[in-house]
């Protein structure tokens, strides 16, 4: 068996060694520059890791607990966000803890603690895949706000004192009078139970004043409930079918704040939509329509009441919302000064005009409940 071999023809042998000399030297370049890169790598490693001691020491630093949530993750967070949320770990799944009740703001929340129950105002702000909770322990601050208003609203009941004197002198006085013809002797039959029928409509007046006056002057709301405002709204319409059934009123309804919900005391918001839908309904004459709307933004839900009637007087105007307010023979003007109260103790708004065409508009919006 023969073996052969070739040589190789010299000009080859030169290509081949100056192919491999070219093959050493990129080589070499490239490890040159593997060498450039690892210390880039760890120059940048070292600088992150002094970045992310500068970003702990500057989250430490802030009053207010912060989280940083990447991909829904928690990525870092600080010693107040620590002992507000004990026991949270970098790298678990964010979501508002448990024990977080939702109270009446838009951001915030109530948390049961030793020493009471605490309210707390988170926010967050997303940018990208990357988000950042902010948290406020607001407890101290919505004291003082509450005392004020405590105290603003018992300086106008003061103010108000000689406006209720006169106010309960008058039907007062009258049930009096009644009370005295019910004493005397002789009197018919049909004559008694016509006085003692006129009696019992002042004392019912003036019951109904003593509690409005109650409710206008009580504290912020308390018992919260987290509803639909379309709920709330379809509560109220429901309270006053009689009186619209009674005036031959119709009512359009367009409720579309569909997943808006809000964190309130129910009774007090819905009363506050019933004096306002009551006002409505009794300016309006037989047949006239009242048109009721809702609609929501991501913020806040908004409702509307529309009549057709003769407008809110001008002389109105300006002390709608003022207690004892009312150009009615059988009105308390306490309607609207509560409804306001217990809207704005939700931190919502309430708005009244005189359309162009004629009626009045009246507008109510309510903070609807965070997502966090
Ligand atoms: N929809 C409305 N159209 C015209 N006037 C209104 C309307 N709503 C309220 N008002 C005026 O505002 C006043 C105050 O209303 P309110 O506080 O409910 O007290 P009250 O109904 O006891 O008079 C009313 O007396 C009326 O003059
Ligand atoms: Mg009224």
């Known amino acids: 068996m023969s073996k052969t071999t070739k040589a190789t023809p010299p000009a080859q042998a030169s290509e081949l060694a100056g192919a491999f000399e070219l093959f050493v030297e990129a080589s070499q370049a490239l490890e040159l520059q593997y060498a450039a890169l690892s210390r880039k790598v760890e120059d940048l490693s070292a600088d992150l890791v002094q970045a992310n001691d500068r970003l702990n020491v500057l989250l430490n630093a802030l009053p207010a607990a912060v989280v940083l949530i990447e991909n829904d993750k928690i990525s870092h967070f600080n010693q107040a966000a620590n002992a507000l949320i004990p026991g949270m770990q970098t790298g678990a799944v964010w979501s508002t803890p448990a024990n977080w009740k939702p109270g009446h703001g838009p951001d915030e929340f109530h948390l049961s603690a030793s020493s009471g129950v605490r309210t707390l105002q988170a926010q967050r702000v997303q940018e990208g895949l990357r988000s950042v909770i902010q948290i406020q322990d607001i407890t101290a601050n919505l004291r003082t706000l509450e005392d004020s208003e405590r105290v603003d609203r018992l300086a106008a009941m003061g103010k108000m004192s000689a406006g209720i004197a006169h106010q309960l002198r008058t039907p007062l006085s009258t049930a009096l009078l009644y009370a005295s013809h019910l004493c005397s002797p002789g009197l018919e039959t049909q004559d008694r139970v016509n006085f003692a029928q006129k009696l019992q409509n002042q004392l019912i007046h003036l019951e109904k004043m003593a509690g409005e006056m109650l409710q206008f002057v009580r504290a912020r709301p308390q018992k919260t409930q987290i509803i639909a405002l379309d709920e709330l709204v379809?509560?109220?319409?429901?309270?006053?079918?009689?009186?619209?059934?009674?005036?031959?009123?119709?009512?359009?309804?367009?409720?579309?704040?569909?997943?808006?919900?809000?964190?309130?005391?129910?009774?007090?918001?819905?009363?506050?939509?019933?004096?306002?839908?009551?006002?409505?309904?009794?300016?309006?004459?037989?047949?006239?329509?009242?048109?009721?709307?809702?609609?929501?933004?991501?913020?806040?839900?908004?409702?509307t009441i529309e009549d057709n009637g003769p407008g809110?007087?001008?002389?109105?105007?300006?002390?709608?919302?003022?207690p004892f307010a009312t150009n009615r023979v059988t009105g308390t003007g306490l309607g609207l000064a509560i409804a306001q109260n217990a809207i704005r103790s939700h931190r919502g708004e309430i708005h009244a005009q005189n359309k162009a065409e004629g009626g009045a508009l009246f507008t109510v919006a309510l903070p609807s409940m965070a997502n966090l």
């Open 312 to 322: 809110i007087a001008e002389d109105m105007l300006p002390r709608l919302f003022e």
């Open 234 to 303: 379809r509560e109220a319409m429901q309270t006053l079918e009689g009186l619209r059934l009674a005036k031959n009123i119709h009512i359009q309804a367009d409720l579309q704040a569909t997943d808006c919900m809000v964190s309130v005391e129910r009774p007090s918001v819905v009363s506050a939509l019933v004096a306002i839908l009551e006002n409505a309904i009794q300016c309006s004459s037989s047949g006239q329509t009242v048109q009721v709307q809702t609609s929501a933004d991501h913020l806040r839900g908004q409702m």
